[in-house]
């Protein structure tokens, strides 16, 4: 079989893929569940290489999230649910839909704002279409319960927390923010001089969801701080591989006394 421009080649690899008896046993046996993991980290290295300005690397990212769309269908439709086709067609739909400014009849110019603003009226409309849709339930028990599951987990402790707080559940006061996390981190310390692992796995994350409550009250999104964190992190790890470098020496050979120093050094040059 040859690489070809067409999405069908592409369905068509996926579908020998999950053929039993002659395609691959590691992809026979996955399912939505076990996928879903390689579908979140596809897209975030999608936004690494845009961050990165590397178009090349884009262009193999953006083909490695298109092979989870195509699996997550090709899954779909052995369950009779829906295919590859089905999911074309419904995003179609919904942009021609989203975008009467363009597709309709009409004369005229639009304004972001007003683009905006359909959108997200649109948007209600196919969201309550689809809730009619649905069998009968009963209403969800719980205010957060709209919260979505699988979103990474900085983001799902923001909405969450976000949602709390329209209902008044929230501090008024970055400053009681920051006291809950020094009591977090008190509790950490007794976890370890406890020696309890489990605990100080629980606490952690009470920390963690503290401080991104703390960003929250300050206005930062706890992402990007962190993405921020992580490239400030390795401009000054580069500098202490490359003072030493200078010296000719390497991290193995440096003691961390040392390469505290140089780490020091690099935030003086920022």
Known sequence: MTPSRDIAGLIEIMARLRTPGTGCPWDLEQTFATIAPYTIEEAYEVVDAIANNDLGDLCEELGDLLLQVVFHA?????????????????????????????????????????????????????????????????????????????????????????????????????????????????????????????????????????????????????????????????RRFAYIEQALAAKGRTLQDATLEEMDALWNAAKGTE
């Open 74 to 234: 090709r899954m779909a439709e052995e369950q009779q649910a829906f295919a590859f086709g089905d999911v074309v067609e419904a995003i179609t739909r919904k942009m021609i839909r989203r975008h009467p400014h363009v597709f309709a009849d009409a004369d005229g110019n639009i304004t972001p704002a007003h683009v905006k603003g359909v959108w997200d009226r649109i948007k209600a409309e196919e969201k309550a279409e689809r809730a009619a849709r649905r069998p009968a339930v009963a209403a969800p028990s719980s205010l957060l319960a709209g919260v979505k599951a699988g979103q990474p987990a900085l983001s799902r402790a923001t909405a969450l927390q976000n949602k709390a707080s329209t209902v008044g559940f929230d501090w008024n006061d970055p400053r009681a923010v920051l006291a809950k996390i020094r009591e977090e981190a008190d509790e950490i310390e007794a976890a370890l001089d406890a020696g309890d692992k489990a605990e100080l796995a629980a606490e952690t994350g009470d920390l963690l969801f503290a401080v991104v409550n703390l960003a929250r009250h300050v206005d930062a999104d706890p992402d990007q701080a962190l993405r921020g964190t992580n490239a400030k992190f390795e």
